[in-house]
């Protein structure tokens, strides 16, 4: 009796699990659940990349172009990359690098041996969902593969400048 009480019980349990949870496709369309820190997913399937994340937000004073917009269609570097690495205190950093090769007739830069100039922009995303420019750094790199990077106090100037594709004096 115990027993076929017990198999009983099992199965209701089973039955009502499977009725209260929503299913995954469900769960995976549901707008309160996108955030910064994922794909609104829960856990049921990869999470999205931070720099995808930071690309598709805005930034205060731009509320209309998308941060990966403004950066993609930036026409003074070369080359344009994306990386994101995560905190120890759990919050998320995505730096853009843009870069271009000496110019021809940058000859003061040539002479010192710079083989490239460039720019990195670090975002964070914290815990709680909330993101921004923490820091802005000029890069020069020689011939010889060293890089070195010097701040940039005036981060809204750089970001200014690159959401109207305006050169920087770099």
């Not at 499977?18 to 309160?32: D, F, G, I, V």
């Not at 120890?88 to 490239?116: C, L, Q």
């Not at 923490?134 to 005036?154: C, E, F, L, N």
């Amino acid at each position: 009796m115990r027993t076929l009480f017990a198999v009983v019980l099992l199965i209701l349990f089973s039955f009502a699990s499977a009725y209260a949870s929503p299913s995954p496709e469900l769960m995976m369309n549901r707008a309160s659940m996108i955030s910064p820190h994922g794909d609104g997913t829960a856990g049921l399937g990869p999470a999205r990349p931070m720099a995808d994340v930071i690309k598709d937000a805005t930034l205060p004073g731009y509320p209309k172009v998308k941060i990966g917009e403004a950066f993609g269609k930036y026409g003074y570097f070369k080359q344009k990359q994306w990386y994101e690495t995560r905190g120890a205190a759990g919050n998320f950093y995505v730096d853009f690098r843009g870069s271009s090769p000496t110019g021809w007739f940058d000859f003061k830069g040539r002479r010192a041996g710079i083989a490239e100039k460039g720019l990195v922009l670090k975002f964070v995303i914290y815990p709680s969902g909330e993101y921004g420019i923490v820091m802005a750094s000029k890069t020069v790199q020689t011939k010889d593969g060293k890089t070195t990077a010097y701040p940039i106090p005036d981060i809204k100037g750089v970001v200014d400048a690159i959401y109207a594709n305006k050169k920087l004096d770099l």
